[in-house]
């Protein structure tokens, strides 16, 4: 900031003065950042809908918010459509696919769910317990992150393919066989040309934002809950990605590692409105969604 500050004066001194400012100027065009206030208004947008749970019309429109905001990014999106049964119903879920510079490099993915739980189950009012969580941070903070990345990869595209994906029918149910659909399709459908590594996004919004390193993360996957975590210190994020070990989370990185690709789930599971009426914005913060973004841009923009 401080070249740009004295950009006046430098423009008065020929051209090696204005040579360096054009270094300058390039520089900070190939080191994007992320917002925190943009992020946080794509997050707001998501909860204005309504609480996105599978077969609603607020499901519906986010799906195609998420499908237009991409779009604006990249021509690579895809709208992956599959069904579940659940019972004697079916689900109609939709997997989003943002992929990056194709074909270059290893290939990398940032994931996140965007639907949200269809009950507050976790709500310590009974009344409300039936009610669908808006799922400000459950849900719409991981996905308020990738959309602003997407911003940041079109302005300076990374240096290997990197698919932004968007997971369905992750809080569904009330046990693992009931949940992580979205993965676990994903995974199905795409076995044959998974990532080479991926970092997924849970709940990483919270006020008071505190990620430890998540226990199946770094179990199987140290080499780059390591790198992760190195990145946020160097960032001076230290005091959010916390170098200690945290609980064990039944998440949609699971079917990942399972088909041996290491994948890190940064959350925050310590948040007292998880599944609960009070999960909004007001509890989230732009601050919270820029450290985390600002983390794995860098990630990815590593060669």
Request: with cysteine.
């Amino acid at each position: 900031m401080r070249s740009l500050l004295r950009a006046p004066r430098w423009a008065q001194v020929g051209t090696g003065g204005l040579l360096v400012l054009m270094l300058a100027t390039s520089a900070l065009a190939q080191d994007p950042k992320v917002s925190g206030e943009a992020a946080f208004r794509h997050l707001e947008r998501q909860v204005a809908f309504g609480a996105r749970v599978p077969g609603t019309e607020a499901h519906q429109k986010a799906l195609d918010y998420f499908l237009a905001e991409f779009k604006r990014y990249t021509p690579n999106v895809a709208a992956e459509a599959f069904t579940v049964k659940d019972g004697d119903r079916t689900l109609k879920l939709t997997n989003v696919v943002a992929t990056f510079a194709p074909g270059k490099g290893d290939p990398a993915m940032l994931a996140a769910h965007w639907d949200s739980r269809p009950r507050s189950d976790q709500d310590p009012h009974a009344e409300h317990q039936n009610t669908p969580t808006p799922g400000a941070n459950d849900g719409a903070s991981g996905v308020a992150v990738l959309l602003e990345v997407a911003r940041a990869l079109k302005a300076a595209p990374p240096p290997r393919e990197v698919r932004l994906v968007l997971f369905d029918g992750e809080d569904w149910g009330d046990s693992p066989d009931t949940m992580f659909y979205g993965s676990r399709e994903y995974v199905r459908r795409h076995r044959s040309a998974l990532p080479k590594w991926g970092i997924l996004l849970d709940m990483v919004g919270d006020r008071n934002l505190r990620i430890p390193r998540e226990s199946f993360s770094s179990t199987q996957a140290r080499s780059l809950t390591d790198r992760v975590f190195a990145t946020a210190r160097r960032l001076g994020y230290g005091s959010v990605f916390v170098n200690q070990d945290g609980p064990q989370i039944y998440d949609d990185h699971l079917p990942f590692i399972e088909a041996g690709v290491p994948f890190v789930d940064l959350i925050d599971f310590e948040y007292d409105h998880w599944h609960t009426v009070h999960d909004v914005p007001a509890e989230c913060s732009p601050k919270s969604l820029q450290a985390v973004g600002n983390v794995v841009l860098k990630v990815l923009s590593e060669r």
